[in-house]
Protein backbone atom coordinates (compact mmCIF):
# COMPACT_ATOMS: atom_id res chain seq x y z
CA UNK A 1 0.00 0.00 0.00
CA UNK A 2 2.92 2.49 1.36
CA UNK A 3 4.64 1.43 -2.04
CA UNK A 4 1.49 2.25 -4.30
CA UNK A 5 0.85 5.31 -2.24
CA UNK A 6 4.55 6.72 -3.53
CA UNK A 7 4.74 5.17 -6.71
CA UNK A 8 1.11 6.80 -8.20
CA UNK A 9 0.69 9.70 -5.99
CA UNK A 10 2.79 13.29 -5.33
CA UNK A 11 0.77 15.07 -2.79
CA UNK A 12 2.80 17.90 -1.78
CA UNK A 13 0.73 19.03 1.65
CA UNK A 14 -2.19 17.61 3.38
CA UNK A 15 -4.63 19.94 4.95
CA UNK A 16 -7.20 18.60 7.58
CA UNK A 17 -10.44 20.88 7.93
CA UNK A 18 -12.08 19.57 11.53
CA UNK A 19 -14.57 21.19 13.53
CA UNK A 20 -15.77 19.11 16.29
CA UNK A 21 -19.20 20.43 15.86
CA UNK A 22 -21.19 19.85 13.11
CA UNK A 23 -23.33 21.84 10.93
CA UNK A 24 -20.75 25.04 11.26
CA UNK A 25 -20.28 24.58 7.10
CA UNK A 26 -17.41 22.88 7.28
CA UNK A 27 -17.44 20.86 3.78
CA UNK A 28 -18.53 24.56 2.49
CA UNK A 29 -15.91 25.77 3.40
CA UNK A 30 -13.80 23.47 2.20
CA UNK A 31 -14.98 23.78 -1.34
CA UNK A 32 -14.38 27.38 -0.65
CA UNK A 33 -11.33 26.90 -0.21
CA UNK A 34 -10.28 23.91 -3.13
CA UNK A 35 -11.67 26.27 -5.18
CA UNK A 36 -9.58 29.57 -4.16
CA UNK A 37 -6.42 27.28 -4.06
CA UNK A 38 -7.56 26.66 -8.08
CA UNK A 39 -7.99 29.90 -8.53
CA UNK A 40 -4.38 31.02 -7.28
CA UNK A 41 -2.62 28.07 -9.74
CA UNK A 42 -2.90 25.47 -7.43
CA UNK A 43 -3.42 21.37 -8.25
CA UNK A 44 -6.07 20.53 -5.39
CA UNK A 45 -7.93 17.31 -4.20
CA UNK A 46 -10.49 17.17 -1.45
CA UNK A 47 -11.13 13.77 0.02
CA UNK A 48 -14.24 13.71 1.87
CA UNK A 49 -13.87 11.92 5.33
CA UNK A 50 -17.29 12.76 6.95
CA UNK A 51 -18.25 9.11 5.43
CA UNK A 52 -21.78 9.33 7.52
CA UNK A 53 -22.39 12.65 6.92
CA UNK A 54 -21.25 13.21 3.44
CA UNK A 55 -22.31 16.32 2.06
CA UNK A 56 -19.16 17.35 -0.67
CA UNK A 57 -20.50 15.20 -3.66
CA UNK A 58 -23.74 16.89 -3.00
CA UNK A 59 -22.32 20.97 -2.48
CA UNK A 60 -20.22 20.02 -6.01
CA UNK A 61 -23.60 18.70 -7.54
CA UNK A 62 -21.94 14.96 -8.54
CA UNK A 63 -24.24 13.17 -5.81
CA UNK A 64 -25.19 10.86 -9.02
CA UNK A 65 -21.04 10.51 -10.20
CA UNK A 66 -19.81 7.01 -9.54
CA UNK A 67 -16.10 6.64 -8.98
CA UNK A 68 -13.96 3.77 -10.80
CA UNK A 69 -11.66 1.68 -8.82
CA UNK A 70 -10.43 -1.72 -9.30
CA UNK A 71 -8.85 -4.08 -6.68
CA UNK A 72 -5.91 -1.56 -6.35
CA UNK A 73 -6.95 1.93 -6.66
CA UNK A 74 -9.35 4.66 -6.39
CA UNK A 75 -9.85 7.01 -9.39
CA UNK A 76 -10.86 10.67 -8.29
CA UNK A 77 -13.89 12.37 -10.13
CA UNK A 78 -12.30 15.31 -11.44
CA UNK A 79 -14.46 18.41 -12.12
CA UNK A 80 -13.68 20.02 -15.54
CA UNK A 81 -11.76 23.14 -13.53
CA UNK A 82 -9.61 19.99 -12.55
CA UNK A 83 -10.78 19.70 -8.80
CA UNK A 84 -10.35 15.77 -7.66
CA UNK A 85 -12.69 14.19 -5.40
CA UNK A 86 -12.80 11.11 -3.42
CA UNK A 87 -15.57 10.50 -1.18
CA UNK A 88 -17.32 7.18 -0.17
CA UNK A 89 -20.46 8.18 -1.30
CA UNK A 90 -19.65 8.59 -4.71
CA UNK A 91 -18.67 3.94 -4.08
CA UNK A 92 -21.86 3.40 -2.84
CA UNK A 93 -24.77 2.10 -5.45
CA UNK A 94 -27.58 3.35 -2.88
CA UNK A 95 -26.87 6.98 -2.18
CA UNK A 96 -30.31 7.59 -0.44
CA UNK A 97 -29.33 4.32 2.24
CA UNK A 98 -27.46 5.33 5.31
CA UNK A 99 -24.19 3.89 6.43
CA UNK A 100 -24.51 2.05 9.74
CA UNK A 101 -21.00 1.00 10.50
CA UNK A 102 -19.54 0.81 13.84
CA UNK A 103 -16.35 3.46 14.15
CA UNK A 104 -13.83 0.91 14.02
CA UNK A 105 -15.07 0.35 10.30
CA UNK A 106 -14.90 3.70 9.50
CA UNK A 107 -11.14 3.58 10.77
CA UNK A 108 -10.77 1.00 8.35
CA UNK A 109 -12.71 2.50 5.71
CA UNK A 110 -11.06 5.49 5.65
CA UNK A 111 -7.44 3.97 5.76
CA UNK A 112 -8.36 1.63 2.95
CA UNK A 113 -9.42 4.62 0.73
CA UNK A 114 -6.31 6.34 1.73
CA UNK A 115 -3.83 3.82 0.57
CA UNK A 116 -5.73 3.56 -2.32
CA UNK A 117 -6.43 6.76 -3.62
CA UNK A 118 -4.78 7.22 -7.14
CA UNK A 119 -4.19 11.42 -6.74
CA UNK A 120 -1.47 11.88 -8.94
CA UNK A 121 0.04 15.18 -8.31
CA UNK A 122 -1.38 17.33 -5.99
CA UNK A 123 -0.05 20.72 -4.38
CA UNK A 124 -2.94 20.64 -2.03
CA UNK A 125 -5.14 18.18 -0.72
CA UNK A 126 -8.16 18.97 1.28
CA UNK A 127 -9.28 16.20 4.16
CA UNK A 128 -13.24 17.22 5.63
CA UNK A 129 -13.22 15.49 8.73
CA UNK A 130 -16.26 14.25 10.53
CA UNK A 131 -17.67 15.81 13.81
CA UNK A 132 -16.59 14.79 16.62
CA UNK A 133 -13.18 13.57 18.09
CA UNK A 134 -13.44 9.80 17.54
CA UNK A 135 -12.57 7.17 15.31
CA UNK A 136 -11.90 9.27 11.81
CA UNK A 137 -10.60 12.11 13.36
CA UNK A 138 -8.37 9.80 15.21
CA UNK A 139 -7.18 8.08 12.18
CA UNK A 140 -6.44 11.20 9.88
CA UNK A 141 -4.44 13.04 12.53
CA UNK A 142 -2.51 9.81 13.75
CA UNK A 143 -2.13 8.08 10.43
CA UNK A 144 -2.07 10.55 7.54
CA UNK A 145 -0.46 13.30 9.24
CA UNK A 146 -1.58 16.28 8.07
CA UNK A 147 0.66 19.38 7.58
CA UNK A 148 -1.72 21.61 9.07
CA UNK A 149 -5.45 21.85 10.57
CA UNK A 150 -7.99 24.27 10.53
CA UNK A 151 -11.07 24.73 12.26
CA UNK A 152 -14.36 26.27 10.97
CA UNK A 153 -16.80 27.57 14.11
CA UNK A 154 -19.44 29.65 14.37
CA UNK A 155 -18.84 32.86 16.71
CA UNK A 156 -21.13 31.33 19.80
CA UNK A 157 -19.80 30.18 23.16
CA UNK A 158 -21.38 26.70 22.87
CA UNK A 159 -19.82 25.75 19.41
CA UNK A 160 -16.71 27.39 20.77
CA UNK A 161 -16.51 25.12 23.74
CA UNK A 162 -16.57 22.35 21.62
CA UNK A 163 -13.98 23.26 18.65
CA UNK A 164 -12.15 24.16 21.27
CA UNK A 165 -11.76 20.95 22.29
CA UNK A 166 -10.76 19.65 18.81
CA UNK A 167 -7.98 22.24 19.07
CA UNK A 168 -6.61 20.55 22.20
CA UNK A 169 -6.89 17.04 20.03
CA UNK A 170 -4.83 18.61 17.33
CA UNK A 171 -2.07 19.84 19.82
CA UNK A 172 -2.19 16.50 21.78
CA UNK A 173 -1.35 14.82 18.42
CA UNK A 174 1.51 17.42 17.69
CA UNK A 175 0.06 18.37 14.46
CA UNK A 176 0.22 22.36 13.38
CA UNK A 177 -3.23 24.11 14.00
CA UNK A 178 -3.38 26.97 11.59
CA UNK A 179 -6.40 28.84 12.79
CA UNK A 180 -10.26 28.95 13.20
CA UNK A 181 -12.03 30.44 10.51
CA UNK A 182 -15.29 32.00 11.83
CA UNK A 183 -18.59 30.89 9.72
CA UNK A 184 -21.87 32.32 9.83
CA UNK A 185 -20.97 35.61 11.69
CA UNK A 186 -22.92 37.92 10.16
CA UNK A 187 -25.81 38.42 7.96
CA UNK A 188 -27.53 40.70 5.28
CA UNK A 189 -30.30 42.59 6.46
CA UNK A 190 -33.06 41.56 3.58
CA UNK A 191 -34.74 45.01 4.02
CA UNK A 192 -32.18 47.50 4.61
CA UNK A 193 -28.93 45.96 3.07
CA UNK A 194 -26.47 46.44 6.65
CA UNK A 195 -24.60 43.26 7.67
CA UNK A 196 -26.07 42.00 11.78
CA UNK A 197 -24.42 39.78 13.82
CA UNK A 198 -26.14 36.57 14.13
CA UNK A 199 -24.49 35.71 17.48
CA UNK A 200 -23.30 37.65 20.75
CA UNK A 201 -19.49 38.44 20.83
CA UNK A 202 -17.81 35.26 22.20
CA UNK A 203 -16.31 36.70 25.66
CA UNK A 204 -14.85 33.03 26.48
CA UNK A 205 -12.85 31.90 23.61
CA UNK A 206 -12.02 34.76 21.56
CA UNK A 207 -8.71 34.84 22.49
CA UNK A 208 -7.67 31.42 22.74
CA UNK A 209 -7.46 30.62 18.81
CA UNK A 210 -5.93 32.69 15.97
CA UNK A 211 -8.90 33.77 13.85
CA UNK A 212 -8.35 33.58 10.27
CA UNK A 213 -11.13 35.04 8.81
CA UNK A 214 -15.40 35.46 8.99
CA UNK A 215 -17.47 34.81 6.50
CA UNK A 216 -20.99 35.33 6.08
CA UNK A 217 -24.22 33.39 6.49
CA UNK A 218 -25.84 33.30 3.16
CA UNK A 219 -27.90 31.10 1.14
CA UNK A 220 -25.64 29.35 -1.75
CA UNK A 221 -22.42 31.08 -1.15
CA UNK A 222 -20.76 27.93 -2.24
CA UNK A 223 -23.22 26.95 -4.59
CA UNK A 224 -21.27 26.04 -7.93
CA UNK A 225 -21.36 29.46 -9.85
CA UNK A 226 -21.24 27.72 -13.42
CA UNK A 227 -20.17 24.32 -14.32
CA UNK A 228 -16.66 24.24 -13.28
CA UNK A 229 -16.09 26.61 -10.29
CA UNK A 230 -17.73 27.99 -7.22
CA UNK A 231 -16.63 30.90 -6.35
CA UNK A 232 -18.34 33.99 -8.13
CA UNK A 233 -16.77 37.57 -7.72
CA UNK A 234 -17.98 38.16 -4.83
CA UNK A 235 -17.25 34.91 -2.94
CA UNK A 236 -13.89 34.73 -4.21
CA UNK A 237 -13.20 38.07 -2.18
CA UNK A 238 -14.32 36.73 1.32
CA UNK A 239 -12.70 33.62 0.90
CA UNK A 240 -9.07 35.10 -0.50
CA UNK A 241 -7.68 36.79 2.51
CA UNK A 242 -7.78 32.93 4.32
CA UNK A 243 -6.63 31.59 1.45
CA UNK A 244 -2.89 33.44 1.69
CA UNK A 245 -3.07 33.57 5.18
CA UNK A 246 -2.94 29.12 4.64
CA UNK A 247 -0.59 29.28 1.68
CA UNK A 248 1.47 30.92 3.72
CA UNK A 249 1.56 29.00 6.96
CA UNK A 250 1.96 25.75 4.70
CA UNK A 251 4.20 26.36 2.01
CA UNK A 252 5.05 24.83 -1.18
CA UNK A 253 8.99 24.65 -0.90
CA UNK A 254 9.39 24.28 -5.03
CA UNK A 255 7.22 26.91 -5.60
CA UNK A 256 8.10 29.47 -3.10
CA UNK B 1 -27.47 -4.43 35.52
CA UNK B 2 -30.90 -5.52 34.62
CA UNK B 3 -31.99 -6.18 37.83
CA UNK B 4 -30.71 -2.60 39.00
CA UNK B 5 -32.08 -0.81 35.97
CA UNK B 6 -35.89 -2.19 37.16
CA UNK B 7 -35.12 -1.68 40.62
CA UNK B 8 -34.42 2.11 41.08
CA UNK B 9 -36.15 2.84 38.05
CA UNK B 10 -39.38 3.44 36.21
CA UNK B 11 -39.03 4.65 32.95
CA UNK B 12 -42.27 4.89 31.43
CA UNK B 13 -41.37 6.17 28.06
CA UNK B 14 -38.02 7.13 26.50
CA UNK B 15 -37.42 9.25 23.47
CA UNK B 16 -34.68 9.84 21.13
CA UNK B 17 -33.55 13.37 19.51
CA UNK B 18 -31.60 12.22 16.70
CA UNK B 19 -30.52 14.46 13.59
CA UNK B 20 -27.78 12.45 11.60
CA UNK B 21 -26.30 16.14 10.90
CA UNK B 22 -25.03 18.28 13.51
CA UNK B 23 -25.67 21.98 14.50
CA UNK B 24 -28.75 21.97 13.61
CA UNK B 25 -30.21 22.91 16.59
CA UNK B 26 -30.79 18.90 18.28
CA UNK B 27 -29.35 19.92 22.20
CA UNK B 28 -32.02 23.40 22.24
CA UNK B 29 -34.75 21.25 21.21
CA UNK B 30 -34.29 18.79 23.48
CA UNK B 31 -33.91 21.34 26.42
CA UNK B 32 -37.07 23.12 24.91
CA UNK B 33 -39.11 19.95 24.47
CA UNK B 34 -38.04 18.63 27.96
CA UNK B 35 -39.43 22.21 29.76
CA UNK B 36 -42.41 22.20 27.84
CA UNK B 37 -43.16 18.13 28.95
CA UNK B 38 -42.21 19.47 32.82
CA UNK B 39 -44.72 22.39 32.19
CA UNK B 40 -47.38 20.00 31.14
CA UNK B 41 -47.05 18.25 34.32
CA UNK B 42 -44.52 15.20 33.81
CA UNK B 43 -41.59 13.95 34.93
CA UNK B 44 -38.60 14.31 32.71
CA UNK B 45 -35.09 13.45 31.89
CA UNK B 46 -32.07 14.12 29.65
CA UNK B 47 -29.77 11.29 29.03
CA UNK B 48 -26.83 13.76 27.15
CA UNK B 49 -26.15 10.91 24.50
CA UNK B 50 -23.62 13.44 22.82
CA UNK B 51 -20.36 12.17 24.18
CA UNK B 52 -17.94 14.25 22.37
CA UNK B 53 -19.76 16.74 21.25
CA UNK B 54 -22.01 17.31 25.04
CA UNK B 55 -24.18 20.41 24.32
CA UNK B 56 -27.05 19.79 27.07
CA UNK B 57 -24.41 21.08 30.26
CA UNK B 58 -23.68 24.13 28.84
CA UNK B 59 -27.43 24.63 27.67
CA UNK B 60 -28.40 24.72 30.81
CA UNK B 61 -25.88 26.43 32.37
CA UNK B 62 -24.47 23.28 34.91
CA UNK B 63 -21.63 22.89 32.94
CA UNK B 64 -19.55 23.06 36.87
CA UNK B 65 -21.62 20.61 37.96
CA UNK B 66 -20.22 17.10 38.87
CA UNK B 67 -22.36 14.18 39.08
CA UNK B 68 -22.42 11.97 42.26
CA UNK B 69 -21.75 7.83 41.01
CA UNK B 70 -20.53 5.09 43.23
CA UNK B 71 -19.44 1.92 42.05
CA UNK B 72 -23.03 0.80 40.85
CA UNK B 73 -25.24 4.06 40.55
CA UNK B 74 -25.35 7.49 38.45
CA UNK B 75 -27.25 10.07 40.25
CA UNK B 76 -28.81 12.74 37.77
CA UNK B 77 -28.41 16.34 38.51
CA UNK B 78 -31.67 17.85 39.03
CA UNK B 79 -32.80 21.26 38.77
CA UNK B 80 -35.07 23.57 40.96
CA UNK B 81 -37.89 22.24 38.31
CA UNK B 82 -37.15 19.06 38.60
CA UNK B 83 -35.53 18.24 35.37
CA UNK B 84 -32.69 15.33 35.80
CA UNK B 85 -30.14 15.28 34.02
CA UNK B 86 -27.06 12.51 33.22
CA UNK B 87 -23.91 13.84 30.90
CA UNK B 88 -20.78 12.15 30.69
CA UNK B 89 -19.55 15.84 30.50
CA UNK B 90 -20.49 16.23 34.07
CA UNK B 91 -18.31 13.30 35.35
CA UNK B 92 -15.22 14.47 34.29
CA UNK B 93 -12.57 16.44 36.02
CA UNK B 94 -11.21 18.95 33.08
CA UNK B 95 -14.12 19.18 30.96
CA UNK B 96 -12.27 21.44 28.80
CA UNK B 97 -10.16 18.24 27.10
CA UNK B 98 -11.82 16.62 24.32
CA UNK B 99 -12.58 13.11 24.83
CA UNK B 100 -10.53 11.35 22.10
CA UNK B 101 -12.12 7.45 22.39
CA UNK B 102 -13.20 4.93 20.04
CA UNK B 103 -16.40 4.61 18.63
CA UNK B 104 -16.26 0.95 20.95
CA UNK B 105 -15.37 2.89 23.98
CA UNK B 106 -18.05 5.29 23.44
CA UNK B 107 -20.73 2.72 22.80
CA UNK B 108 -19.60 0.61 26.28
CA UNK B 109 -19.39 4.01 27.80
CA UNK B 110 -22.88 4.82 26.89
CA UNK B 111 -24.03 1.46 27.93
CA UNK B 112 -22.30 1.40 31.42
CA UNK B 113 -24.16 4.80 31.49
CA UNK B 114 -27.34 3.73 30.92
CA UNK B 115 -27.57 0.16 32.49
CA UNK B 116 -26.08 2.27 36.04
CA UNK B 117 -28.43 5.75 35.67
CA UNK B 118 -30.53 6.11 39.13
CA UNK B 119 -33.66 8.22 37.25
CA UNK B 120 -36.13 7.26 39.84
CA UNK B 121 -39.53 7.70 38.64
CA UNK B 122 -39.93 9.46 34.99
CA UNK B 123 -42.33 9.76 32.76
CA UNK B 124 -40.29 10.86 29.40
CA UNK B 125 -36.94 10.06 29.15
CA UNK B 126 -35.27 12.14 25.92
CA UNK B 127 -31.98 11.16 24.76
CA UNK B 128 -30.02 13.79 22.76
CA UNK B 129 -28.00 11.81 20.12
CA UNK B 130 -24.48 12.77 18.66
CA UNK B 131 -24.54 13.44 14.53
CA UNK B 132 -24.01 10.43 12.60
CA UNK B 133 -25.25 6.82 12.55
CA UNK B 134 -22.52 4.97 13.74
CA UNK B 135 -21.81 3.89 17.32
CA UNK B 136 -23.76 5.72 19.66
CA UNK B 137 -26.86 5.82 17.36
CA UNK B 138 -26.26 2.11 16.55
CA UNK B 139 -26.53 1.45 20.65
CA UNK B 140 -29.04 3.80 21.28
CA UNK B 141 -31.54 2.14 19.02
CA UNK B 142 -30.86 -1.14 19.22
CA UNK B 143 -30.12 -1.58 22.44
CA UNK B 144 -32.46 1.31 24.28
CA UNK B 145 -35.28 0.44 22.43
CA UNK B 146 -36.90 4.24 22.78
CA UNK B 147 -40.62 4.16 22.32
CA UNK B 148 -39.88 6.72 19.57
CA UNK B 149 -37.53 9.37 17.59
CA UNK B 150 -37.71 12.65 16.67
CA UNK B 151 -35.70 14.42 14.27
CA UNK B 152 -34.41 17.52 14.20
CA UNK B 153 -33.42 19.15 10.60
CA UNK B 154 -33.31 22.19 8.85
CA UNK B 155 -34.91 23.62 5.55
CA UNK B 156 -32.52 22.56 3.50
CA UNK B 157 -31.47 20.12 0.99
CA UNK B 158 -28.02 19.27 1.81
CA UNK B 159 -29.30 19.01 5.48
CA UNK B 160 -32.11 16.65 5.01
CA UNK B 161 -30.63 14.36 2.22
CA UNK B 162 -28.49 13.48 5.65
CA UNK B 163 -31.28 13.54 8.05
CA UNK B 164 -33.33 11.75 5.30
CA UNK B 165 -30.53 8.90 6.18
CA UNK B 166 -30.89 8.89 9.63
CA UNK B 167 -34.73 8.43 9.12
CA UNK B 168 -34.20 5.75 7.42
CA UNK B 169 -31.41 3.91 10.12
CA UNK B 170 -34.41 4.40 12.31
CA UNK B 171 -37.09 2.70 10.33
CA UNK B 172 -34.28 -0.54 9.51
CA UNK B 173 -34.14 -0.39 13.58
CA UNK B 174 -38.09 -1.09 13.58
CA UNK B 175 -38.14 2.00 16.24
CA UNK B 176 -41.41 4.31 15.66
CA UNK B 177 -40.33 7.52 13.69
CA UNK B 178 -42.82 10.05 15.41
CA UNK B 179 -41.43 13.11 12.90
CA UNK B 180 -39.29 15.81 11.80
CA UNK B 181 -39.15 19.33 13.72
CA UNK B 182 -37.61 22.13 11.44
CA UNK B 183 -35.17 24.17 13.40
CA UNK B 184 -34.01 27.82 11.73
CA UNK B 185 -36.73 28.11 9.52
CA UNK B 186 -37.32 31.63 9.95
CA UNK B 187 -35.69 34.61 11.45
CA UNK B 188 -37.47 37.92 12.74
CA UNK B 189 -35.72 41.14 10.64
CA UNK B 190 -33.74 43.30 12.83
CA UNK B 191 -35.48 45.82 10.71
CA UNK B 192 -38.70 45.62 9.96
CA UNK B 193 -39.63 43.26 12.45
CA UNK B 194 -41.01 40.80 9.34
CA UNK B 195 -40.04 37.44 9.38
CA UNK B 196 -37.77 35.91 6.75
CA UNK B 197 -37.13 32.66 5.35
CA UNK B 198 -32.92 31.61 6.00
CA UNK B 199 -33.11 28.60 3.35
CA UNK B 200 -35.05 27.82 0.24
CA UNK B 201 -38.27 25.53 -0.14
CA UNK B 202 -36.85 22.50 -0.05
CA UNK B 203 -38.20 20.46 -2.76
CA UNK B 204 -37.04 17.25 -2.57
CA UNK B 205 -37.78 15.94 1.26
CA UNK B 206 -40.27 18.23 1.97
CA UNK B 207 -43.14 14.97 1.44
CA UNK B 208 -41.04 12.58 2.36
CA UNK B 209 -40.69 13.05 6.26
CA UNK B 210 -43.74 14.05 8.69
CA UNK B 211 -43.12 18.08 9.65
CA UNK B 212 -43.63 18.51 13.58
CA UNK B 213 -43.19 21.70 13.17
CA UNK B 214 -41.19 24.62 12.45
CA UNK B 215 -38.66 27.00 14.59
CA UNK B 216 -37.63 29.90 14.09
CA UNK B 217 -33.28 31.12 14.54
CA UNK B 218 -33.30 33.09 16.98
CA UNK B 219 -30.35 33.81 19.67
CA UNK B 220 -30.54 32.87 22.52
CA UNK B 221 -33.98 30.68 22.05
CA UNK B 222 -33.32 28.31 24.46
CA UNK B 223 -31.62 30.22 26.88
CA UNK B 224 -32.86 29.87 30.60
CA UNK B 225 -35.33 32.27 31.40
CA UNK B 226 -34.94 31.88 35.20
CA UNK B 227 -33.28 30.27 37.42
CA UNK B 228 -35.38 27.08 37.20
CA UNK B 229 -36.73 26.86 33.87
CA UNK B 230 -35.98 26.97 30.46
CA UNK B 231 -38.52 28.41 28.30
CA UNK B 232 -40.60 32.17 28.65
CA UNK B 233 -44.00 32.61 27.60
CA UNK B 234 -43.14 33.53 23.84
CA UNK B 235 -40.86 30.25 23.55
CA UNK B 236 -43.86 27.83 25.26
CA UNK B 237 -45.83 28.98 22.26
CA UNK B 238 -43.28 27.90 19.41
CA UNK B 239 -42.50 24.60 21.07
CA UNK B 240 -46.15 23.67 22.95
CA UNK B 241 -47.77 22.28 19.08
CA UNK B 242 -45.12 20.10 18.76
CA UNK B 243 -45.36 18.94 22.64
CA UNK B 244 -48.74 18.14 22.08
CA UNK B 245 -48.37 16.14 19.06
CA UNK B 246 -45.46 14.21 20.83
CA UNK B 247 -47.34 13.56 23.81
CA UNK B 248 -50.35 12.18 21.36
CA UNK B 249 -47.96 9.71 19.68
CA UNK B 250 -46.04 8.31 22.79
CA UNK B 251 -48.91 8.15 25.32
CA UNK B 252 -48.50 7.61 29.00
CA UNK B 253 -51.19 4.62 29.59
CA UNK B 254 -51.23 5.59 32.82
CA UNK B 255 -52.55 9.35 32.90
CA UNK B 256 -54.67 8.88 29.79
Request: glycine fraction near 8%; aromatic fraction near 4%.
Amino acid sequence: MEALQKEVNSVKKVIGIMSGKGGVGKSTVTVMLADSLLNHGYKVGILDADITGSSIPRLLKIEEEHLSSDQDTIKPYITEKGLKIISMSLMLDDKKQPIIWKGSVLSSVIQNIWSKANWGNLDYLLIDMPPGTSDIALTVLQQFHPNGMIMVSVPQDLVQSIVHKSIEMVHQMNIKFIGTILNLSYMTCPCCGNDFKLYEESKEFGAKQRILGDLPARRNVAELANNSGILNEETEKLISPITRIILEEVKISSLV
